[in-house]
């Protein structure tokens, strides 16, 4: 059943089958046409979804050509959705999914870093990169190595010294120290951000210009010395009176504590609301019963008189002009905090770029904004030549992640699909579930989909999937109530403020109440909150041991928390006070939790730093040591991959055999870090330090509690779910927000990068940046909670710390009593009012599975593989011996063009390129195809060379005949016989088969040399099609390097 509009948006909340949705549409499409697998694009944001997904589709498509069980839930929905009869679409299935299995490259099924990745190497020759460039991951450790660089080159002239050394001594007068590297490598960071991004030119322009940044600052620290000195002023004006009445503090009501506070702490430099409008100040504006003792409030007392003509009149005067002069001051110390820093941040921009192409190396954050630099830039169709003339079919998943950048590049690729005839694009996301806004995702963008494009009501199908197949109703009831109520309550704290863009969240959430198809009442829910950290320890652990009581298996269970040093004061917990409780985490799979590693690494630290006495005394305790530090001076001499090998021997324990896979790994990443760098021992650590040693090993099926972070969670579901550590802060400190100052002479600077703080921000210009980035928070840290609750199956066991408004805990104890109100049966303990009482509440009976284990399945595709264990690793010494030669003539001369082709690879390139030609004109379509898949992007290898091969071997008339429109052509098509021996269906698969009704040719491409085999093979043929019916039929084998033909009686 055709969708009516070209995309189909599909926003699908926790637990409603996302993936089964996405399954069905794309084999919908290769179930309608077969051949649709080479026009579709499918991406994920995660090399684990693009295989799950790619899985999913092969193992369904299996599944229902053979009638299997577990595959008829997609046939009945295929047979729903394409209006095609059950045999007709077996029919289609077995054809789709033999396409795919033979033509893999064309299952575009890929993350979205990858597409632009295949899409830059296309446009490779438009922006001037190498066709061989490598892609680096690392941004930070190449923006790290750059301010090393820089400042290690400096001279005594350069003016970055200068600006450093004024940014030391700025920092010596705020008493926050003179060693400033660290902070600028951090604040160095900013250059690969988004936003930087995209305002960097206009920035550098006006920071270059000739002593702006001198004025600028000059200004700045000027007006908020003088807003400084005129608030200060006031508080002297009150002073200076009192002095001359000869009065003191004490000689008022309540003394500093009273409204004669207000000029104290004004005096003090405190200026802020929250210090300065107490309510007796507020009071004292108005009443000046406030200001004196209750005998002394009457118009006969000097004082009181003093009060009523004098002192509240100031008070009045100094607060009218305080917000503005206060608005002034906060705004010019925030944009001063990182002028320093700021103008540092080109230079290093221009030292990443030159490490860069020293290394011949992309970074890969760099791609999505230069493409988009491109796609602005360009009003010529090529850029759609390149992306997507091949493409009919787009499909997004997780598209609530997706950043700004990249939708600006992959809209222009989806308005084209959308304009095609018999479009059917897809995307798929959840706002509830954008977690990554510090990867530049943007929920607005799924939140106001509709505003993307000029005629949504025409263009764009919108569906809710709101039913939850995966949670016990008793947690899905509760989430629907939670979640309803917490995003009320947080909706109605923002819109005091910020009512426009709160209105955002409250659309977020609309749909969050889902459906449960489970008739039963199942699944428990509880929820513990404490005064004491140590309470939701002991906790956590009754709760697992509750858990095992029932006959719940530890691989049933996981922990999530916010953050990685809860994982780590988790497993330290659990190792001291219960050993026995068996932990999985990534950490546990990282190289560095490796001994035989480990001893490789202090091994290669020691021989480069002999002082280092933790190293030694490490070594001396291993068996093996005695040689090492024999024998340091040689080994210190040999290339490193060997020298590696040879401490393994050297150190080679009894314990070291059960860490094969470590060591594998180890000398996996060791490899490929000398394929890419220098050999020296320095470097390498260095990159073991920063991103080796985080490098984790494939785990396996291990029986125990997942241990991970809510973010590594998203897409995962679990039967018993704990979340302890419920309570971590809403907002963080130390941050920085960039932000447009939108007042003179603050924008004069078109960007400025401002710490994030409600005390600071609000009453200055930078006050609507704050309730912005405050509102995004809220989202965060709501979407966080909605993803971790949502995982549990059917059981969901959250604890934490009772807390501030700061906090998570505070939205559930904010809500949890209309709540239980509202889940008839729930049970609420404790008073939420006396913060020193612990709350309880539980809602449904503990839920177990039947704990059976799944027989491993007859579909090929969903059999689990064999994890085989490296039971013993040995290593042997190197005898390789070399001797001379005397076939050096083979390589130094180039033996004909066949030879050197073979070399290049070219014979499977143009197989590749002969599948797509029906006559010559269609050569150069084909190549341009080559070209956007990314085969052809070697520039010894391009479009140009391949098609002048082609005209030329084209030239031969028997040749061009073949290539001529008065053929009917079969292009590698497949022709199916049973095998009177075996009684099997056997396949052929000739290069080209041409009828014109009175003849027909067969011709196979070969790239070597003429076998007996090649003239059976086409024999074979030949007789296949005679007995299709087809008369007068020849073959040929066509040598295309030699470019002889040789006909086959």
Not at 233 to 257: M, N, P
Not at 468 to 477: G, K, L
């Amino acid at each position: 059943m055709k969708n009516s509009k070209p995309l189909t948006i599909y926003k699908a909340s926790a637990g409603s089958g996302k993936t089964f949705t996405l399954a069905v549409e794309y084999m919908k499409l290769v179930i309608l046409n077969p051949q649709n697998y080479r026009n579709i694009l499918a991406v994920t944001f995660t090399n684990k979804a693009t295989e799950e997904m790619k899985m999913r589709i092969l193992s369904q498509l299996y599944g229902i050509s053979k009638d299997d069980k577990d595959s008829r839930k997609y046939k009945e929905k295929l047979v729903e959705e394409t209006g095609l009869g059950e045999e007709k679409i077996k029919q289609n299935v077995n054809i789709a999914l033999r396409n795919l299995l033979h033509n893999y490259n064309y299952f575009r099924i890929e993350t979205i870093d990858a597409f632009f990745q295949s899409v830059l190497r296309n446009l490779a020759r438009e922006l001037d990169l190498t066709a061989n460039l490598k892609i680096g991951l690392n941004d930070y450790q190449v923006e790290e190595l750059a301010v090393d660089e820089l400042i290690e080159n400096l001279e005594s002239h350069d003016k970055i010294l200068t600006w450093i050394i004024e940014y030391i001594d700025q920092n010596i007068a705020d008493d926050k120290g003179w060693n400033v590297i660290g902070k600028i490598k951090r604040f160095g960071a900013t250059i690969f951000k988004d936003f930087y991004k995209e305002n960097s030119r206009k920035l550098n322009e006006v920071l270059e210009k000739d002593n702006f940044f001198s004025s600028y600052t000059r200004k700045l620290r000027s007006i908020k010395h003088e807003s400084e000195e005129k608030l200060k002023f006031h508080a002297k004006r009150f002073f200076d009176i009192l002095d001359k009445e000869g009065l003191e503090i004490e000689d008022f009501s309540k003394g500093a504590s009273g409204v004669c506070g207000y000029f104290v702490k004004l005096r003090d430099g405190k200026f802020s609301d929250k210090e300065l409008l107490t309510k007796t100040a507020v009071s004292g504006m108005e009443l000046p019963e406030e200001w004196v003792l209750k005998a002394e409030a009457n118009p006969t007392n000097e004082k009181f008189r003093l009060v009523q003509t004098i002192l509240m009149p100031l008070l009045n005067e100094t607060e009218y002009e305080r917000p503005q002069l206060v608005k002034i001051y906060k705004s010019a110390d925030l944009t001063l905090r990182h002028l320093n820093q700021l103008r540092l941040l080109s230079s290093i921009e221009r030292k990443v770029q030159e490490l860069n192409a020293e290394a011949n190396r992309f970074l890969l954050s760099d791609t999505q904004s230069l493409l988009h630099a491109l796609i602005d830039d360009s009003d010529s169709p090529f850029i759609f030549e390149k992306i997507g003339s091949q493409l009919e079919h787009v499909m997004i998943d997780e598209f609530q992640d997706t950043s700004v950048v990249q939708w600006s590049n992959f809209k222009v690729l989806l308005l084209e699909c959308m304009s095609h005839t018999d479009a059917e694009n897809l995307i798929v996301g959840d706002v509830k579930q954008s977690i990554y806004r510090w990867r530049s995702g943007d929920w607005r963008l799924l939140n106001e989909i509709e505003k993307e494009f000029p005629s949504p009501q025409l263009q764009l199908d919108i569906r809710n999937l709101q039913t939850n197949y995966r949670s016990q109703r008793n947690i899905v009831e509760f989430n629907n109530e939670f979640f309803s109520k917490a995003s009320a309550a947080e909706y109605k704290e923002l819109a005091e403020d910020n009512p426009a863009e709160a209105l955002q969240m409250e659309h977020a959430y609309a749909d969050v109440c889902q459906k449960s198809p489970a008739k039963e009442a199942e699944g428990l829910v509880r929820i513990e909150l404490y005064t004491e950290t140590d309470d939701i320890l002991e906790n956590l652990s009754k709760n697992i041991n509750e858990l095992r009581s029932l006959g719940i298996g530890y691989n049933k269970m996981a922990i999530l928390v916010r953050n990685n040093k809860d994982i780590q004061l988790l497993a330290d917990y659990f190792s001291h006070t219960c050993p026995d409780v068996p932990l999985v985490s990534d950490e546990a799979f990282r190289l560095d939790s490796s001994r035989a590693v480990c001893t490789l690494i202090s091994a290669l630290r020691f021989l480069i730093h002999p002082d280092n006495q933790l190293e030694q005394a490490f070594l001396e305790n291993i068996e093996g040591n005695r040689d090492f530090f024999l024998h340091r001076d040689d080994l210190i001499s040999m290339p490193l991959y060997d020298l590696a090998e040879l401490l393994l021997l050297t150190f080679n324990r009894e314990d070291f055999e059960q860490q094969g896979a470590y060591i594998c790994a180890f000398f996996d990443q060791l490899n490929k870090f000398l394929q890419e760098n220098i050999p020296d021992i320095d470097a390498f650590l260095k990159e073991w330090d920063e991103t080796i040693c985080q490098k984790t090993i494939q785990s396996g099926d291990v029986q125990g509690i997942r241990l991970l972070t809510i973010h590594k969670s998203k897409g995962l579901e679990f039967d018993n779910v704990f979340i302890p550590f419920c309570d971590w802060r809403l907002e963080k400190s130390g941050t920085t927000i960039w932000c447009k100052p939108g007042e003179s002479p603050f924008d004069e600077l078109p960007l400025a990068p401002i710490d994030f703080s409600s005390k600071q921000l609000m009453g200055s210009i930078y006050e609507k940046d704050y309730l912005h980035e405050h509102l995004q928070n809220v989202v965060d840290n709501m979407n966080l909670l909605y993803v971790a609750f949502t995982r549990a199956s059917r059981n969901l066991f959250i604890s934490g710390k009772r807390g501030t408004a700061a906090t998570r805990t505070d939205i559930i104890e904010k809500v949890i009593e209309p709540v239980s109100a509202s889940l008839k049966g729930s049970i609420l303990e404790g008073d939420i009012k006396d913060k020193k009482s612990s709350i309880s509440f539980s809602y449904g009976t503990i839920s177990i599975s039947k704990n059976e284990e799944k027989n491993n399945s007859g579909n090929v595709f969903m059999q689990k593989p064999e994890i085989l264990a490296i039971e013993k690793l040995e290593n042997f010494h190197n005898n390789a011996e070399f001797r001379q030669s005397n076939k050096s003539k083979n390589f130094i001369e180039a033996g004909g063009e066949d030879e050197q082709n073979q070399f290049i690879k070219l014979g499977s390139i143009l197989h590749a390129t002969f599948s797509m030609i029906h006559t010559a004109d269609d050569i150069e379509s084909a190549l341009r195809k080559l070209e956007l898949e990314g085969i052809l992007y070697d520039e010894n290898l391009n479009a140009e060379k391949l098609k002048e091969l082609l005209q030329k071997r084209l030239e031969s008339p028997r040749i061009r005949d073949w290539f001529s429109p008065q053929w009917q052509l079969f292009n590698e098509c497949t022709i199916l016989h049973v095998d009177p021996n075996t009684n099997a269906v056997v396949e052929h698969r000739p290069d080209r088969v041409m009828t014109n009704g009175k003849e027909t040719i067969v011709v196979d491409f070969k790239f070597g040399n003429s076998r007996d085999e090649y003239r059976d093979q086409i024999k074979l043929y030949m007789q296949l099609l005679r007995d299709m019916g087809h008369e007068n039929v020849k073959g040929y084998l066509w040598f295309v390097y030699s470019n002889k033909i040789e006909e086959v009686a």
